[in-house]
């Protein structure tokens, strides 16, 4: 018997029988251990379909780009050991692997290091575009909507857009990118380049640290690729369809914009609060409770700063865990060893304290060990993010910058696959029957909640609701509320950057009238307050 124009061998195939109908397949077993989902198709007249949630044991493609040895704990670039590539190598060379599928020679590596640096310019109308968002966007929807509009400028190469989502971030200009000399671009350029755009200020001789872009660079190579991962898989999705490069890079970069990601394991740690709330709160993740306002007993916190959990799910040990690595990431070594260097130049906080404590704590826990709960790559990414100062929210942009070079493999080797075809998988319909469409007079009332912005907000159905900005927090509320009362009591002028000059020369505001302002914007801050709260007891009955 054939099967995919295979022949198939007693100790190479798969036996089926259908227990109503008596008939029996034969199914052949490929030299990847896999089979032929669509064999099934073929055991009686009505199809049998295979039912698999998040495609947990379901391979939809072949690819040379990357190797996960999930038991040995082992990563591979086109063959090549991510550890070896971290100590020989250097970003821009390990994207030319993936994308093409070998380590450059000196002249290759010449040309790309030159076609890359000379494309990091971008559009003057997209650079407008940029300017357009809100002061409080959310970094990764900026990048996500550029990466979008990429599509309709069609330029050359895809640029390094974090730097100036960043800069709106924090309310600063944008800058040019490094100045470089044609003669002589080094590998090292495009880490500095993102550093200096980042960082430059009026300087006119301004030089990234160079310790600072090393560590970029490694951490740019761990980050690359890493499978069939959610982002990798929508990317692959995506591009079936025949859409644009670009289109895909931001479907796939919305993929990354996920909760259970490097800022998780920051609030969490935020969360523990001291270094001898550690086993407290891995105890109450064994016993899976909810309320995080237990750890608050050990330490001074004022009232309006503590966080309660409101989502009813348990808590998590985020950043450790992975589904596929069942010992280590190979990549957490490599990681944690690059936060240590971070740490030596920027000093160690508390959350960077906690960090350490806690995977310690955890990889001597029985009970974490026993469920193969080891740090994963976000652990220590999260922790060198925030030892480098920026906000939490940068940091799925920090993720999907070198992931790019990842998606773009993908993206080649998907559209030059003989067998690939546009992915259209099945459902199971579990609706109502077949219904007819009667009268408005003679419909009776349903018990659906309708989708409104409480809905949204409600983290019991979107753990998303997290990506609003922070600044409206009751938290920050109360801060403004606090510096506010200050103002009035000195009799100052200056409310959080509000300068005389602002309200005297430019609109004529005298300092009774602005003090009169303040006293006003108080009370609307304190109405604020309240029915944010309002909206937090509301969350905590649903």
Wanted: proline share 4%; charged share 25%.
């Amino acid at each position: 018997m054939q099967e995919s124009g295979t022949e198939i061998e007693k100790e190479n195939f798969l036996s089926v029988t259908d227990s109503i109908t008596g008939n029996t397949i034969k199914i052949a077993i490929s030299e990847f251990n896999t089979i032929n989902a669509n064999a099934f198709l073929k055991l009686n007249s009505v199809p049998l379909r295979c039912y698999d949630p998040g495609l947990k044991n379901t391979v939809v493609s072949k690819t040379k780009i990357s190797l996960i040895d999930g038991q040995d704990g082992k990563l591979y670039y086109r063959g090549y050991n991510i550890e070896d590539l971290v100590e020989k190598s250097n970003f821009l060379e390990v994207a030319y692997l993936l994308i093409y599928g070998s380590l450059p020679d000196k002249s290759q590596l010449k040309n790309w290091n030159h076609n890359i640096m000379h494309h990091t310019y971008i559009h003057v109308e997209l650079e407008r575009q940029m300017a357009t968002y809100r002061y409080d966007a959310h970094p990764m929807g900026m990048l996500i909507g550029t990466v979008a509009s990429l599509s309709t400028f069609h330029p050359e190469a895809n640029p390094a857009l974090q730097a100036n989502t960043f800069r709106h971030r924090i309310g600063r200009s944008y800058n040019n990118p490094m100045p470089l000399n044609a003669d002589n671009i080094s590998a090292d350029d495009y880490c500095g380049n993102i550093w200096y755009m980042i960082d430059k200020l009026n300087q006119p001789d301004f030089k990234p640290d160079k310790r600072l872009v090393k560590v970029l660079d490694k951490l740019f190579i761990l980050l690359a690729e890493n499978g069939s991962n959610c982002s990798t898989s929508t990317m692959r999705h995506l591009i079936s369809s025949g859409v644009d490069p670009y289109t895909a890079l931001a479907g796939s970069m919305s993929a990354l914009f996920g909760e259970r990601k490097c800022h998780a394991v920051i609030d969490m740690l935020s969360d523990i609060g001291t270094v001898e709330n550690v086993q407290l709160f891995l105890s109450m993740v064994k016993r899976k409770e909810t309320d995080t306002s237990k750890l608050y007993s050990n330490i001074h916190i004022p009232q309006h700063n503590r966080k309660k959990k409101v989502s009813g799910k348990p808590l998590r040990l985020m950043g450790f865990g992975h589904r596929v690595y069942k010992t280590v990431d190979p990549r957490v070594k490599i990681a944690k060893s690059l936060a240590l260097e971070v740490f030596e130049i920027f000093g160690k906080d508390d959350i960077c304290e906690l960090a350490i404590e806690l995977e310690e704590a955890a990889l001597n826990d029985e009970y974490v060990t026993s469920r193969k709960l080891y740090p994963n790559v976000d652990y220590w990414t999260a922790v060198i993010l925030h030892c480098c100062k920026f906000p939490k929210d940068m940091f799925p942009v920090w993720l999907a910058v070198p992931r790019v070079a990842g998606f773009l493999a993908h993206w080649i080797e998907s559209i030059d696959d003989p067998e690939y075809k546009i992915f259209r998988p099945r459902q199971i319909y579990v609706g109502n029957e077949i219904m007819h469409v009667t009268s408005k007079l003679r419909r009776k009332a349903s018990n659906v909640v309708e989708l409104d912005a409480a809905y949204v907000r409600n983290p019991t159905y979107v753990d998303a609701s997290k990506r609003r900005n922070e600044s409206q927090s009751v938290e920050d509320l109360q801060k403004l509320i606090s510096s506010t009362e200050i103002a009035i009591e000195k009799g100052s002028s200056e409310v959080e950057g509000w300068k005389d000059w602002i309200g005297g020369k430019l609109f004529g505001i005298n300092q009774e009238r602005l003090r009169e302002t303040q006293k006003e914007l108080l009370i609307l801050l304190e109405r604020q307050k309240a029915l944010l709260e309002q909206g937090r007891e509301e969350n905590a009955q649903n």
